[in-house]
């Protein structure tokens, strides 16, 4: 998509460019479907290797998962002086037990931050991969707050001041949040 200057414009990205941003980066999160058919999300580290993205894990709930169901999704983010950007990678995650392939991928390289250990490799297979870049509003500051009503957004505490907890049985203090630019409504 096209934007004029000052457009907080949404681009679709093309194949290559994705994947020039998943090898840039090495920490994604992984999406699958639990043995109790809730979706659950993992981060973890990756490397891609043929046109695949590979993964240590322990064993545990994401290696049971995609045994019984290997339709998973990964994705990763980030930005840029101009833009946020978002790629998603779907496919099938499947569990490694080859050693040349495992050893030709590279996953043993990879650092975790997680201490645990990962005798487990993790390959997604891409069915698609899609992107998408966000411009930056100039300045970073919110959306326009012109015919907004803010009386039920609280203030935001300052740097100095810790908002209190909420007790029991209380709710907790809403994010604050900012309605979308009155120029990007259906009806404008």
């Known amino acids: 998509m096209a934007a004029e200057p000052g457009d907080r414009a949404i681009e679709e990205l093309g194949t290559a460019e994705c994947w020039r941003l998943l090898e840039s980066v ?10 109790d058919g809730a979706p659950d999300v993992f981060p973890l580290n990756y490397t891609v290797h043929n046109g695949s993205l590979y993964a240590r894990s322990a064993h545990g709930a994401k290696v049971l998962d995609i045994a019984t169901r290997p339709a998973a999704a990964l994705e990763i983010d980030g930005e840029d002086d101009t833009w946020h950007w978002s790629v998603v990678v779907r496919g099938a995650a499947v569990r490694v037990e080859h050693d040349a392939e495992i050893r030709d991928s590279g996953v043993l390289r990879l650092g975790s931050a997680n201490p645990a250990s990962k005798p487990h490799v993790i390959r997604l297979t891409p069915s698609t991969v899609t992107g998408r870049r966000f411009r930056k509003a100039a300045h970073n500051a919110p959306p326009s707050a012109a015919g ?7 203030e935001a505490p300052t740097p100095d001041e810790k908002p209190s907890p909420p007790r029991r049985g209380e709710r907790p203090t809403p994010i604050p949040h900012f309605a979308p630019d009155q120029d990007d409504s259906p009806n404008a």
């Open 148 to 154: 907004t009503d803010r009386r039920d957004v609280p």
């Open 26 to 35: 090495t920490l994604g999160r992984l999406a699958v479907t639990g043995l």
